[in-house]
């Protein structure tokens, strides 16, 4: 009886060996699968509260293109962009050397590369800075291996050319000139040197002719052009030829001379603003506002609201400021004899005050409409002892002409531009003959 017994228990103690040798085989069989097919949790601890996790595609250097807004500082857009203010002053103290912050304009775009810093979420290390403050030059601050920042200024080398531009006016100079691509600042240049003898509201007529031989300097990279200096120009106005010429004085400045050899400067620019027309002239007039006759003691000139408006010759500022029916006002003093004034401004340019010298040809201000005025427009006088006289009755004198060894010289470079002009327009005249009906685009001439 007992061995029965003892046979049973022996019987359920193998059973149960048996079963455990199986649930732990097969344990192992399937943690044998999981680790070949799973990486275990341990192996991936979790960051700290305190630690930024950057993925591997954020740790390397960036790059970013900044653009600059009004009243936009070097300072503000770096700390914009992600950098430390701290770093932030320390580029624009090391930019001070070579050029000053507060000369950024909205068309100049900064490029910089920085690496993200992990312990501080949303700020950079800046590593470089680039930007061209003007076609010819360009500014880097990079950091060096100890971990300063230098700054350097380098040159950037331009292709030149000589460029000239023909055509016919058919609204006015400064539209057509404008689409044949002249650039403003060359029309700025041939406005004002032509200004003293021509009246550039009344002077052109239909089918009048101009020419224009100018430097273009580009950037062969980025294809960026800028002007340089107008070097001649000529217009002909009903058959009547007039041209002017670029040349150094003995002194080292450069002016413009006509054919003579006799300075295009006089004492007065006819016209203080580009591109405007004479909308009254000076003499009796029925009064826009008033609606009686009156004697109308300028010059109108209309345009829109913000043109430039120059002054018409060296001199110091009488007036500068709201003066009853004229608005806002300046009047220049240019001697002991002649003063101009100019009305309606709707504000004047920076530093115009009482007491200050001005150049001619200077912006003093900008078209508007206050005062007594039914719209914006320039209202132009011109005072002699201080009584206002008709502007078209004063002829003035070319300021100096050129003598001696001098005017020798500028007729040698004279004849020398001539040469050029006949080669371009032959050219020019050629390209026509080609293409009869067409109209030519400007000719580009070798460097000179």
């Known amino acids: 009886m007992n061995f029965r017994i003892n046979a049973r228990i022996f019987a359920a103690i193998l059973c149960l060996m048996l079963a455990i040798a199986i649930a732990v085989h097969d344990f192992w069989l399937h943690r044998q699968e999981k680790l070949e097919n799973y990486i275990p949790i341990e192996s991936t601890p979790l960051p700290s509260a305190e630690e930024k996790v950057v993925p591997d595609e954020e740790k390397g250097p960036k790059e970013k293109t900044l653009f600059i807004h009004k009243g936009d500082t070097l300072t503000s857009v770096l700390v914009t962009s992600g950098i430390e203010k701290s770093q932030a002053h320390e580029i624009a103290e090391l930019l001070r050397k070579v050029f000053n912050p507060k000369d950024l304009r909205p068309d100049h775009e900064i490029y910089i590369t920085f690496i993200p810093i992990p312990e501080k979420q949303k700020f950079y290390d800046l590593q470089s800075l680039y930007f061209r403050p003007s076609i010819d030059e360009e500014i880097w601050i990079t950091r060096t291996d100890n971990g300063t920042f230098i700054v350097e200024k380098l040159p950037v080398k ?74 001649y120009a000529t217009l002909t106005l009903q058959g009547k030829k007039i041209s002017i010429y670029r040349f150094k004085t003995e002194s080292g400045d450069y002016a413009y001379f006509n054919e003579k050899g006799e300075s295009v400067r006089k004492g007065l620019l006819r016209t203080p603003i580009d591109g405007a027309r004479i909308s009254s002239g000076y003499g009796n007039r029925r009064h826009p506002v008033l609606g009686y006759t009156k004697q109308h003691k300028g010059v109108d000139f209309a345009a829109p609201a913000g043109t430039p408006i120059m002054a018409s010759g060296d001199g110091v500022i009488e007036k500068a400021g709201p003066w009853a029916s004229y608005g806002n006002y300046i009047r220049i003093r240019h001697n002991s004899e002649f003063s101009t004034a100019y009305a309606h401004l709707s504000r004047f340019a920076k530093g115009i005050s009482p007491g200050k010298r001005v150049k001619q040809a200077q912006i003093i201000g900008y078209v508007g409409a206050t005062g007594r005025t039914t719209g914006p ?35 040698m470079h004279k004849e020398e531009i001539d040469q050029q002009y006949k080669t371009l327009y032959e050219k020019r005249s050629t390209l026509e003959n080609k293409a009869p009906g067409q109209r030519t685009s400007p000719i580009t001439a070798p460097n000179s």
């Not at 002249?182 to 009344?202: C, G, M, N, T, W």
């Not at 011109?382 to 060894?405: E, F």
């Open 377 to 411: 427009h320039l209202h132009y006088e011109l005072l002699r002892h201080n009584v206002q006289i008709n502007p078209s009755s004063i002829k003035m004198l070319p300021t100096g002409k050129l003598i001696g060894q001098e005017l020798k010289n500028f007729m």
């Open 158 to 231: 331009l292709d030149h050319v000589v460029k000239e531009v023909t055509g016919k006016v058919h609204d006015s100079f400064y539209v057509d000139a404008g689409k044949q691509g002249v650039p403003k600042r060359i029309l700025h240049e041939a406005l004002k040197a032509f200004s003293y003898d021509i009246d550039f509201q009344r002077s052109f007529h239909a089918n009048d002719e101009y020419a224009l031989v100018f430097d273009l300097y580009s950037d062969p990279n980025t294809h960026r052009e800028e002007a340089g200096d107008l070097l």
